[in-house]
T-cell receptor, first 115, second 112 residues
Framework: KAGVTQTPRYLIKTRGQQVTLSCSPI?????VSWYQQTPGQGLQFLFE???????NKGNFPGRFSGRQFSNSRSEMNVSTLELGDSALYLC??????????????FGPGTRLTVL | GQSLEQPSEVTAVEGAIVQINCTYQ??????LSWYQQHDGGAPTFLSY????GLEETGRFSSFLSRSDSYGYLLLQELQMKDSASYFC?????????????FGRGTSLIVHP
């Protein structure tokens, strides 16, 4: 079974631009979560989608948004990029949502650099 | 809010046993997970404890004590490939959402 895939793997943007990252979960998984990983803050939860609905949301500004499609693929968007948005963005998929979602399978991540 | 504490670094020699501790504070505890991440790689799920006690999966074991808000990951017969960062994570209820929170990670260095 293919793993979680994320595109693109690397991205360089400038301040003020916007970016869209894509994630394809493992076949059959309906939950997709997004995380931001930085050396300073560690791994932080952005949001989770299940069956095209946002189920859980972390403490990030509204510039960070996402969506999920009927085939469970997900995208996240960051608008008005700031230097501090430079990070590794990880997507994780799982079978279920909510409190039972503790076996997550992570993709390789998208390394975003904001100049 | 939720918080987790784990040591920043642990070193050990090949073939030894090492324990990585994790203490947590959370509301509405729903389980403790462990992940491994090699440099440049993605986190990989290792184990999940929802109830007190020890869970064993091959060379790795994970323990949970809910009354002490404490857990640990035990790695036996250490191999060089076990050199990686290890994260504990909890999922708790915060602001109406089930938020997974990760520790800052423990860097395990295995020496020959």
């Amino acid at each position: 079974k293919a793993g979680v895939t994320q595109t693109p793997r690397y991205l360089i943007k400038t301040r003020g631009q916007q970016v869209t990252l894509s994630c394809s979960p493992i076949s059959g998984h309906r939950s997709v979560s997004w995380y931001q990983q930085t050396p300073g803050q560690g791994l932080q939860f952005l949001f989770e989608y299940f069956s095209e609905t946002q189920r859980n949301k972390g403490n990030f500004p509204g510039r960070f948004s996402g969506r999920q499609f009927s085939n469970s693929r997900s995208e996240m968007n960051v608008s008005t990029l700031e230097l501090g948005d430079s990070a590794l963005y990880l997507c994780a998929s799982s079978l279920a949502s909510g409190r039972s979602t503790d076996t997550q399978y992570f993709g390789p991540g998208t390394r975003l650099t904001v100049l | 809010g939720q918080s987790l504490e784990q040591p920043s670094e642990v070193t050990a020699v090949e073939g030894a046993i090492v324990q990585i501790n994790c203490t947590y504070q959370t509301s509405g505890f729903y389980g403790l997970s462990w992940y491994q991440q090699h440099d440049g790689g993605a986190p990989t799920f290792l184990s999940y404890n929802a109830l007190d006690g020890l869970e064993e999966t091959g060379r790795f074991s994970s323990f949970l004590s809910r009354s002490d808000s404490y857990g640990y990951l035990l790695l036996q017969e250490l191999q060089m490939k076990d050199s990686a960062s290890y994260f504990c994570a909890v999922r708790g209820l915060e602001g109406g959402s089930y938020i997974p929170t990760f520790g800052r990670g423990t860097s395990l260095i295995v020496h020959p």
